[in-house]
């Protein structure tokens, strides 16, 4: 029976490990962890937010990096930034992102699930934690800034 229950924990162990896309952390460098992730009051959008975008695999083929939705989001910060702000949302009468108004950007509208057409983002996986999706509430509530 304890080896029963050895195999089960080690298990679910390797399921966590494999879901890295969801940490609290942030890789350094080197590849190892640079610290906890934290809500901002005044998040980066190079730092902060695009991070999220790589993190998650926003730009990848399978996502927005072919420009899925309309909208193609690459690894430049500038280039999304410029993707995302005050261009319109296709599927709804909102902008991706207005800024100093995050509850009717459309970007925090999708990653909420608060959406009319479609499904929460990022699709096919789990949602942003607190620590992301209030981290691009901040940032767009304080002017979407291409900081």
């Known amino acids: 029976m304890n ?6 924990c080690f ?3 390797l399921l966590v490990a494999a879901c890295g896309g969801d940490s ?14 934290t809500i901002k009051a005044e998040p980066s959008f190079a730092q902060d937010i695009n991070e999220i975008f790589q993190r998650r695999g926003c730009s990848t083929s399978g996502c927005h990096g072919t420009g ?9 910060a500038t280039a999304n ?14 902008p991706l992102v207005a800024p ?3 509850t009717n ?3 925090l509208i999708r990653i909420e699930g608060r959406q009319s057409v479609g499904q929460r983002m990022p ?3 789990s949602a942003l934690d607190a620590i992301d999706q209030t981290n691009i509430r901040n940032w767009i509530n304080n002017g979407a800034r291409a900081n």
């Open 105 to 107: 950007s459309y970007l």
């Open 100 to 102: 100093s108004d995050a």
């Open 24 to 37: 609290s952390t942030t890789p350094g460098d080197d590849g190892g962890e640079a610290g906890e992730r």
């Open 123 to 125: 699709l096919g996986s």
């Open 11 to 13: 298990g679910a162990m």
């Open 3 to 8: 080896l029963f229950r050895y195999s089960l």
């Open 68 to 76: 899925a939705a309309g909208l193609t989001l690459t690894t430049s």
């Open 81 to 94: 930034h410029a993707a995302l702000v005050g261009v319109q949302a296709t599927a709804e009468s909102f």
